[in-house]
């Protein structure tokens, strides 16, 4: 029996579209240079990718900005409280469910609802990407825009060196995060509903 | 007649004529004497003769007609700085070697000055002994550089190598950061300053760093890539190439050098390149050593295999439960 509700406010959804898009264009330039090829026709050119990449970078630090506030001054901000209590377990749960539970038609262990946007394996890699993973990308990021201001040197390597190794790490996690974000979404009541509930904000239950 | 009517000339000529420079070392350079003022043969014969007055910052001009002497500055263009000459790679040579012996004589003779000087292909040319330097392709290469035909070979191997102090600047800074910095000065010297390139040339010559306000944070770029990696055509056969272009030829295209095939692996690099293909595990390694991080023309081999390989993974992964979601069909999720 499924119950529709109001669950992804409005400026949740433009954020989300902001920074979906945004990531999107970063990754494709942050390949194209890393694997810098002149003549590949798979990666965007040098120069083209270094002004795209800057440019997101920057629109989405304005928007993750927004989105720290948001959180900060509405209800949104709680799901990303994590309860450490028992964690180990419900994320046990969960990850029981995805592997094994999911097949055997057992209902979700932490449905969606009205109170809980995320479950415990949502929240921890939520938490992870949004407040470890992209400051530190925004860190480095800005950190390689204006090197001036990085180390010359740190445990005898070069600052920017390490910089730039991290900001690459950093990099990957978001590219595998996205990908477990968006098979994941297609485990909805059906394999569209979450991409639609983003779009309109009208979340079907289970 | 004339010396009559100008008593001042006589004066004059008698005072060129007369002029005996005696060494005081008063104010001798401070440098240490080097091991190879010590080993040279021709130390003694190169103080007495020449270093008396071109090895001295300050030397003394002793009237013999007159009995004056006088202070001297001497001229950067015939000064010798016997410290660094002693440690150049000619630190054995006598300065006759190379000078005419009509230098000998003082005040030195019009003849002297009108022989032609020695430029390094005429000593290290067709030797056996330098043929892995390839002399006589430099020398050609040079032939074809704008320095050469902007100034009728004007500008000479000298101008950017003094013969006095030459040292193989990567072999003496193990080709860091200091290599790049002192290879770059040779250029700076002229191309920094709007004053001496006018003494070169009567065109509006714009000099370096407004010229390369192009680039992104110009400062670094500057100080971690050598003026000829993208000012001289590429040479695979030389290890530093010559030809130094006409400046609309130089390199403008930053994947030129940020990519994996970068062109520094064969300019800045490649002696390096040769020594090491690969280093600590990232491509174009050998760049790391100067502390030189050019991205995208390296990477780290373990970070993007791992990151490549946890990607995959997921995928894989993801495709499995696919199947699985397709063959046990779960009866929560509706198809729709």
């Not at chain 2, 971690?224 to 609309?248: F, G, K, Q, W, Y």
Request: aromatic content about 12%; some cysteine; proline content about 4%.
């Amino acid at each position: 029996m499924s119950k529709n509700f109001y669950h992804y406010p409005a400026w949740v959804r433009l954020w989300h579209l902001a920074n979906a898009v945004l990531c999107l264009f970063l990754i494709v330039t942050g390949f194209s240079m890393l694997y810098s090829d002149p003549d590949n026709g798979l990666v965007v050119k040098f120069q083209r990718a270094v002004s795209i990449h800057n440019v997101c970078g920057v629109l989405l630090t304005i928007s993750y900005t927004l989105f720290l506030f948001g959180n900060l001054f509405t209800s949104n901000g709680k799901n990303y409280l994590i309860v450490m209590k028992g964690l180990g377990k419900r994320l046990w749960k969960q990850g029981r469910y995805y592997a094994y539970g999911f097949f055997k038609g057992e209902d979700a262990p932490f449905p969606v609802t009205s109170e809980r946007k995320f479950n415990p394996l949502q929240q921890v890699s939520y938490v992870g990407v949004m407040y470890l993973a992209l400051p530190g990308l925004f860190i480095t990021g800005w950190a390689l825009m204006f090197p001036e201001f990085i180390l010359k040197k740190f445990l005898g390597f070069s600052g920017i060196f390490l910089t730039d190794q991290l900001h690459v790490i950093l990099g990957f996690l978001v590219v595998i995060f996205l990908f477990i974000h968006l098979y994941v979404s297609t485990m909805g009541r059906t394999p569209m509903s979450n991409f639609r509930s983003i779009i309109t904000g009208w979340q079907e239950s289970h | 007649m004339i010396l009559r009517k100008y008593p001042v000339c006589l004066t004059i000529i008698l005072f060129v004529f007369s002029l005996q420079a005696n060494a005081q070392a008063e104010y001798q350079d401070s440098l240490p004497v080097s091991k190879g003022a010590e080993l040279s043969l021709y130390a003694g014969d190169n103080e007495t003769n020449c270093l008396v007055c071109h090895g001295k910052l300050i030397y003394t001009l002793t009237d013999t007609v007159m009995g004056m002497t006088r202070k001297q500055l001497m001229s950067g263009q015939n000064l010798v700085i016997p410290g660094m000459f002693y440690n150049s790679v000619h630190w054995s040579f006598s300065c006759l070697d190379c000078h005419s012996a009509e230098f000998k004589t003082f005040p030195h003779s019009i003849e002297a000055r009108f022989e032609p000087s020695w430029g390094c292909i005429d000593c290290h040319g067709y030797d056996p002994n330098y043929e892995q330097y390839r002399f006589e392709e430099i020398d050609a290469e040079y032939q074809k550089s704008v320095h050469y035909t902007a100034t009728d070979g004007l500008i000479t191997c000298w101008k950017c190598h003094d013969p006095h102090y030459y040292n193989p600047l990567a072999r003496q800074t193990q080709g860091g950061r200091e290599y790049i910095i002192r290879s770059n000065e040779m250029c700076l010297r002229c191309h920094s300053n709007a004053d001496v390139m006018g003494l070169i040339t009567d065109e509006n010559v714009e000099i370096v760093l407004p010229k390369h306000e192009w680039l992104p944070d110009v400062e670094r770029h500057l100080e971690a890539v050598r003026c000829i990696d993208c000012h001289t055509r590429m040479n695979d056969s030389v290890l530093v190439a010559h030809e130094v272009m006409p400046a609309d030829s130089a390199v403008r295209g930053c994947a030129d050098c940020h990519s994996q095939n970068s062109i520094l692996m064969g300019t800045l690099y490649k002696y390096a390149a040769k020594e090491r293909r690969d280093e600590k595990g990232f491509v174009n390694g050998v760049m790391l050593r100067n502390d030189s991080y050019v991205i995208g023309a390296n990477r780290s081999k373990l970070i993007s295999f791992t990151g490549l390989l946890i990607i995959g993974m997921t995928l894989v992964i993801a495709l499995m439960h696919t199947i699985f979601r397709i063959v046990v069909k779960p009866k929560e999720q509706v198809h729709e």
